[in-house]
């Protein structure tokens, strides 16, 4: 399953007034400085097996050079860096970074960021993800420290409703992309597939999450992780998850629609 997740680790943003024009230097500093150029190449290399394991999911058969073709092609590189940064400058408008930049550029901050990276690049791999689920389903049934402390931080910061939220939004345009493709399927019948999918987009969602973060977290104290909590919380970290999702929701539901359309072609075609 294609997870559009982005673990929201909590920082700043302070939102002023909408009408200020953005400081580049300084936003291109922070996404910089949240690594959003590494994690765009990590969602794209799942997003793109995604893509790939679309062929047999749909014909039981391996994907053919055609679609290869058109998954790289909707995967580009510099357009999803390109889509980001600006979907990115535009919903930093109005915003003061200074607090933001120093934050983000902390000793604490910056290892968080370095080991989220790396453990959502290791769970690429099955083996490693699916240890991390059945690690983290152990944690979890113990009620340990640790995992009372990741379950804080997820209901703290809402990720799951907000993580299936993007998903869905994913889905949905997915199916409408299909849609163009065949067109004969109606809104009411999209719509309905994809509430259909919802209690297991949120089942897995919980299980992605508390594998991901319990594995990103363990090196770290459990000061360090109970300060980005207290921070989630506060109206500037609510707003920087906000911003995040405005980055990089628009870029996925555009690729998820450019899949959904390819593949109804390639089907009907036969060349899926």
């Given at each position: 399953?294609?997870?559009?997740l ?29 690594l ?19 062929s047999?999911?749909m ?16 995967h ?18 109005g ?46 049934a ?41 067109g ?61 999702t405005a980055?990089f ?19 009907a075609?036969?060349?899926?």
């Open positions: 399953m294609w997870r559009n982005f673990a929201a680790t909590a920082f700043v943003l302070a939102a002023q007034s909408a009408s200020a024009e953005v400081d580049q230097a300084k936003a291109d500093a922070l996404f910089e400085a949240l959003f150029p590494q994690i765009t190449d990590v969602m794209a290399r799942e997003s793109t097996d995604f893509g790939l394991e679309l047999e999911g014909t039981g058969l391996p994907p053919s050079a055609k679609w290869q073709e058109a998954v790289a092609a909707i580009d590189r510099d357009w999803m860096m390109s889509q980001v940064r600006g979907d990115w400058y535009a919903a930093l408008e915003v003061d970074l200074d607090a933001l930049l120093t934050f983000a550029t902390t000793a604490p901050a910056r290892e968080m960021l370095q080991l989220e990276l790396a453990a959502r690049e290791a769970m690429l791999a099955d083996d490693v993800r699916d240890e991390a689920i059945e690690y983290a389903a152990v944690t979890i113990r009620k340990t420290p640790r995992a009372e402390l990741i379950a804080d931080l997820v209901a703290r910061g809402d990720l799951v409703e907000m993580n299936v939220a993007s998903a869905l939004n994913s889905n949905l345009a997915f199916y409408r992309g299909m849609a163009e493709g065949e004969d399927v109606t809104d009411d019948i999209i719509l309905s597939e994809v509430m259909a999918q919802a209690d297991d987009l949120r089942a897995g969602t919980v299980e992605w999450l508390y594998a991901f973060m319990l594995m990103a977290y363990a090196p770290v104290s459990d000061e360090d992780v109970q300060a980005f909590v207290a921070f989630g919380e506060t109206d500037a970290g609510k707003a920087l998850s906000r911003a995040t980055a929701d628009p870029m996925f539901e555009d690729i998820s629609f450019n899949l959904g359309r390819a593949a109804a072609q390639l089907l075609s036969e060349a899926l």
